[in-house]
């Protein structure tokens, strides 16, 4: 199964899930996220469904060699609690608490043809650009 | 907890694990969509095909969904245009200082078990709930 092939069928695969649980919808995520308020633990359910299927297939993927498009597994590298990683987790929690949208569901947004969905893709991806501007030259950088 | 759809969730949860499987075993990546996004506005390299299938399949998941339930498929915005595209900028910065998202690092970091993973979703769960509490409570709605 070429690498194209396997990103279509997955993307589909995860653009139903978010769909069907409702993690598209960002007042819904936002209920999750008020735990003082009127608290739905259904994201939690959504996770928890998530990370079973998908530390199942880690364990299988750690018995093969290779995917079966070929090539390799390429798998993240990093290993250090670093500042980056807790300050960008931070500062990705405070705009996903804000508007109760993350990447996916954001993108999924754009079904809506809403023009707040439209405001925060675009408002995402110039963030991404602006982190790309920062950190270029840096050594730890991308 | 009246809001609480532990089915849907289950069930969509369990989709999404699917799909990062599929992902992972038959592409040999990860699922994690803010890294899928961010690496096709990086430097032009050879590996936006598989990027943007995944995109594309995500939009064709969650639209059949929409198509099949349109009553289901709702995205309700509870913040204004201002917020909307301040949290947009704060996501795509984050996600890509953190390398990770509620994908990246929730579904897939957490079912590699990387330490990493768990430390991120940790702090921008908690994070969110801070941030929404604080926005819904102590400053009224913005």
Known sequence: MPLALSALIAGILFGLGLAVSQMTNPAKVLAFLDVAGDWDPSLAVVMAGAVTVSFIAFRIAASRTAPLAGGSFDLPTRRAIDTPLVMGAMVFGVGWGLAGLCPGPALTALLSGQRKAFLFVGAMLAGMLVYRFMSRGRPDGD | ?142
């Open chain 2, 1 to 142: 907890m009246e809001n609480f759809t532990p089915l849907s969730a289950l069930v969509g949860g369990l989709l999404i694990g699917l799909g990062a499987a599929v992902l992972l075993l038959g592409g040999g990546r990860i699922a994690g969509i803010s890294g899928i996004v961010g690496g096709m506005i990086k430097r032009p390299s050879g590996d936006h095909l598989w990027r943007a299938c995944f995109v594309v399949g995500l939009l064709i998941g969650a639209g059949a969904y929409a198509a099949f339930a349109p009553e289901r498929f709702v995205v309700q915005f509870d913040t204004t245009a201002g917020t909307v595209a301040a949290a947009g900028l704060i996501v795509g910065y984050g996600t890509q200082l953190g390398h990770g998202c509620t994908s990246g690092h929730g579904v897939c970091g957490i079912g590699r078990l990387s330490l990493r993973s768990v430390v991120a979703t940790v702090l921008f769960m908690a994070t969110a709930m801070v941030t929404v509490f604080i926005t819904r409570y102590m400053m009224g709605a913005l």
